[in-house]
């Protein structure tokens, strides 16, 4: 039985002709053919529905439609470049929440070489601020795969991390200052450019990673840094997983902690990189159990970052380590292990059906994490094709598997819930986390009943609850309902 679309309430209608009113016709959109893509997650996993979709160009035309639509009771869901992989900016089935898209917000509003900061509204594209931010001799660190179409806003509201972690840090640590509007509508200019104010509460940090949950952040002060003049990177095979850690420590203290990426990937994934993925070729003529993608940056263009890089791998073969490398001779061999890298994600989707995770342990505990992992995996379903990469540096792990080849992906599908609990009990007893970058959203929303405690639940309750009484900024996601009493 099809369910009838959801009729406003006359209050809602007039709250929604005043949003109309306000905006103009650029900055709203109700025809369903438009509206499709902005309401389906990028995993095709969430699919909801909506009274229509804001597009504000203003942080003043923000306040405008919070305000009216805090009036009205009507629940609003942020959005930047629809991005999130855990369902965080998809609206439910109801029909009855706002879409508010930031993507008409694509402004830089400054940049500050000399202070190195930019500040930047929530709805430019994350691949625009690297340019931009080179454009003046200077690095905005963040990166990740879908920085061509990502939005900042986005990625601090969900506290991006990506393959630079290991220097700079996640989305977090890369803000100095926010703009945001509140619930109902009240703009907090926080938009701060310095790197010391020990004036109270640090407000934009309950702001970053709560997932529109809030607030909408509308601009930031972003920092900058040096840009690297010159990037030694290197495609290396380990002798076994436990030398990835080794490898790492000798790394960051060959490099005066330079060290900007460092990629762990197993060989066979290569090999399915080349096999599925146009341009994507295996350099190695031996397919290795283990191997890693590491990259120094310098600020010099003396050679110096290659020649660390060189010495690095060097004493690491002699020392057992590693048992091949690969260094690339020219920026465009560089791009190749680094497109290599990217590709290996979608070489696991032509292999079949998959179950993800993005889950982080002490970095220490990554070869642990790994193995405990594939035993109780392999445990529940024989067959199956553990597929671990990611960020060794910061302890971040995609743990991803693939289903066994005998194996009907219908019939995998139906292990999901399973999986991912056990692999997520795994990461947890080594005092790791089930969301490193990728945040809760809607997908891990209960898995957080199990990892949280009820002093750091009922906390987050409590604030949701101070910002946001009207329950109206992305229900239903981050935070669980609260646990039903025992008897």
């Not at 369902?87 to 898209?101: C, V």
Request: hydrophobic share 40%; aromatic share 6%; charged share 25%.
């Amino acid at each position: 039985m099809t369910e009838m679309p959801y009729t406003p309430t006359p209050e809602e209608q007039d709250a929604l002709r005043r949003i109309r009113d306000r905006l103009g016709p650029k900055g709203w959109i109700d025809d369903p053919e438009a509206l499709a893509p902005w309401l389906i997650d990028s995993r095709n996993v969430y699919e909801g529905r909506c009274l229509g979709m804001a597009k504000p160009a203003t942080t003043q035309e923000v306040s405008d439609i919070l305000a009216i639509a805090y009036e009205a009771g009507i629940q609003i869901v942020p959005q930047g470049g629809n991005t999130s992989r855990v369902g965080g900016a998809t609206p439910d089935p109801s029909g009855r929440q706002l879409l508010i898209n930031l993507g008409r917000m694509n402004a830089v509003r400054d940049i500050d070489p000399a202070n190195y900061t930019m500040t930047v509204e929530a709805g430019c594209i994350l691949k625009d601020l690297q340019d931009k931010a080179e454009s003046a001799d200077r690095l905005f660190p963040l990166s990740l795969g879908a920085e061509g179409s990502c939005q900042i806003g986005g990625n601090l509201a969900s506290n991006a991390g990506g393959i630079n972690v290991l220097r700079y840090g996640n989305a977090r640590d890369l803000v100095l200052g926010l703009e945001a509007v509140l619930p109902d509508g009240r703009i907090w200019n926080g938009l701060r450019r310095l790197r010391k104010d020990n004036t109270g509460y640090d407000l934009k940090q309950l702001f970053l990673g709560s997932e529109g949950t809030l607030c909408i952040i509308t601009a930031a002060v972003l920092k900058l840094f040096p840009l690297p003049k010159e990037r030694a990177a290197a495609l290396v095979a380990l002798s076994d997983l436990d030398a990835a850690v080794t490898l790492l420590e000798q790394a960051r203290t060959a490099s005066a902690d330079a060290l900007m990426s460092f990629e762990l990937m197993p060989g066979f994934a290569l090999d399915w990189a080349e096999r599925h993925v146009e341009g994507a070729k295996q350099p190695f003529d031996t397919t290795y159990d283990w191997t890693v993608l590491l990259e120094i940056g310098g600020t010099r263009a003396d050679g110096s970052a290659g020649q660390a890089l060189e010495g690095l791998l060097e004493r690491a073969y002699e020392d057992g380590h590693i048992v091949d490398a690969v260094l690339p001779q020219s920026e465009e061999q560089r791009s190749q292990i680094w497109f290599l890298r990217e590709a290996i994600v979608d070489a696991q989707v032509r292999e079949g059906a998959q179950v993800k995770h993005d889950v982080s342990v002490p970095v220490s505990r990554v070869p642990d994490f790994i193995r405990q992992a594939n035993a109780a995996v392999i445990e529940m379903i024989p067959g199956i094709r553990p597929y671990p990469f990611g960020h060794v540096g910061d302890g971040n792990i995609h743990y991803n598997l693939s289903q066994p080849v005998d194996m009907a992906a219908a019939d995998f599908a139906t292990h999901r819930e399973a999986l991912q609990r056990r692999v997520h009990d795994v990461a947890l007893s080594l005092d790791g986390s089930i969301s490193a970058e990728h945040g809760i959203g809607l997908s891990k929303r209960e898995e957080m009943l199990r990892c949280k405690s009820d002093v750091e639940l009922e906390t987050m309750r409590a604030l949701k609850n101070l910002f946001d009484p009207k329950g109206l900024m992305n229900p239903g996601k981050t935070i669980p309902a609260a646990r039903a009493e025992t008897k």
